[in-house]
């Protein structure tokens, strides 16, 4: 693992659906705080292009993106906030939240974490290394994968989540561009966001994986919550 935490199944149940596309709404409203204009906004492009793949409605994106650019008298604020610990066993995990109430968020992070142990900002970060992350499957007469990687400009690639995927991982400031490159190469690309990579996973017998990801689904249950990354094999 290492990465980005996902439950299994969880993709194929509606509330979980539906709990996808509040999130990338939220993502959509925050990037777009920087510009309405996708073409002249790579984050804003690239959550959008997220939304898209979920098959969120597009009435419902452009919503999003007026209320984040402020072009709407219920333009919603968030904010960004990240909250370090560890789940049990000392399986270090990075939380990020959107919230529109902090005062909501910390009380409920801290009271999820009874089981692990929340630490301060830089507590197991500097563990895990921030990168561009970009989930990408090969379309008929690309380019291997490590050659596509080369060509692109990624630092490095490996097997993804989902069977047949590859992910490239770059420089947070290359993650538009190499997400053009794999593209151009006949890479489809299905994700490309920032994210943190551990440096050191840890490895865990079943019974002790099975709390873990228990915590870790808790935790991915508060609406606030944005992302999981967790250091864990």
């Not at 979920?54 to 650019?69: E, F, L, V």
């Not at 551990?198 to 490895?203: F, G, L, R, S």
Request: contains cysteine.
């Amino acid at each position: 693992m290492g990465a980005q935490w996902k439950t299994k199944g969880k993709v194929e149940s509606a509330n979980a659906k539906g709990k996808i596309i509040s999130k990338l709404a939220k993502e959509i409203m925050i990037a777009a705080k920087s510009g309405a204009d996708p073409a002249m906004n790579a984050r804003l492009r690239m959550v959008v292009d997220a939304a898209k793949r979920a098959s969120m409605p597009k009435d419902t994106i452009d919503r999003a993106i007026k209320k984040g650019a402020g072009l709407l008298d219920d333009g919603a604020s968030f904010d960004h906030v990240v909250y370090e610990g560890f789940a049990p066993h000392r399986v270090p995990v990075i939380v990020e939240c959107l919230t529109d109430n902090k005062n909501r968020t910390g009380p409920n992070i801290r009271t999820l974490f009874r089981k692990g142990q929340l630490g301060a900002a830089g507590s197991v970060s500097w563990d895990f290394r921030h990168l561009g992350m970009i989930t990408a499957t090969p379309e008929a007469g690309a380019a291997d994968a490590e050659d596509a990687a080369i060509e692109a400009g990624a630092q490095e690639v490996e097997a993804g989540h989902d069977e047949g995927s590859m992910l490239f991982l770059t420089e947070p400031t290359d993650l538009d561009a190499v997400s053009r490159a794999l593209a151009g190469q006949k890479w489809h690309v299905t994700s490309a966001v920032m994210g943190w990579k551990a440096k050191n996973p840890v490895k865990l017998d079943e019974a002790a994986r099975a709390e873990v990801e228990a915590f870790l689904h808790m935790l991915d249950e508060d609406d606030d919550v944005q992302t999981l990354y967790v250091g864990m094999e």
